[in-house]
C-alpha cells in the first residue's frame, strides 16, 4: 500500500474515533438529563404549564426590555433639551428634570 493510502486510513481511524467520542459524549448527556428528569419526577400536565410559565416570562422580559429603552430614549431627549435650553439661557440647567 503507498504511504497515500496509509495516512488516509489513519485519517479514517481518527475520523471515527472522534466520531465515537462525540456519541459518548451525546450519550453520556442524555443519561444525565434522565436522571434529572426522573429526580424532578414532574406531573403529567407539568410540562405544559412551566412551558407556558416560561413564555410568559419571556415575554414579560422583553416588554420590560422596551420599555427600559423607551425610558431611556425619552431621558436622553430630555437631557438634549435641558442642554439646548441652558446654552440659549431660557433655563438654568442646574434646576433638576424630573425623570
Known amino acids: 500500500m503507498t504511504s497515500t493510502g496509509t495516512s488516509g486510513n ?3 481511524a481518527r475520523s471515527l ?3 465515537a467520542g ?3 459524549a451525546r450519550k453520556s ?3 444525565y438529563q434522565i436522571s434529572e428528569l426522573e429526580t ?3 406531573e403529567p400536565d407539568e410540562w405544559h404549564s412551566l412551558d407556558q410559565r416560561q413564555t410568559q ?3 414579560t422580559r422583553e416588554r420590560a426590555r422596551k420599555g427600559v429603552d423607551i425610558i431611556a430614549t425619552a431621558d ?3 437631557v438634549r433639551l435641558r442642554l439646548v435650553d441652558s446654552e440659549s439661557g431660557k433655563r438654568p440647567f442646574a ?3 424630573e425623570v
Request: some cysteine; charged content about 35%.
Open 10 to 12: 489513519h485519517g479514517g
Open 17 to 19: 474515533r472522534k466520531l
Open 22 to 24: 462525540e456519541r459518548e
Open 29 to 31: 448527556f442524555l443519561r
Open 40 to 42: 424532578l419526577n414532574p
Open 57 to 59: 416570562l419571556a415575554h
Open 76 to 78: 436622553r431627549g430630555r
Open 95 to 97: 434646576q433638576p428634570c
